[in-house]
């Protein structure tokens, strides 16, 4: 279920984000490395990579929310 949540998330993150997302951590590549993969600068990296957990926690908080309160009744 929680696979479905991400892969849904990642889906809406804009193609940059997406791509940055990815690499950092799937791929787990360095930001100077996506930097150079991508050719942008760490700092555009940073910023993508920012963006991308700002909108992934977003899309993440329904089920964050009903996990959490699944829990609290156990």
Request: hydrophobic share 40%; net charge positive; no cysteine.
């Amino acid at each position: 279920e929680l696979l479905a949540y991400l892969r849904k998330a990642i889906s809406q993150l804009s193609v940059k984000q997406r791509e940055v997302f990815i690499l950092r951590h799937w791929e787990g590549l360095s930001l100077k490395e996506i930097a150079h993969t991508m050719g942008r600068s760490v700092g555009t990296v940073k910023a993508h990579l920012f963006y991308a957990h700002r909108n992934m926690q977003n899309s993440l908080r329904p089920y964050l929310q009903v996990e959490q309160s699944g829990d609290s009744n156990s």
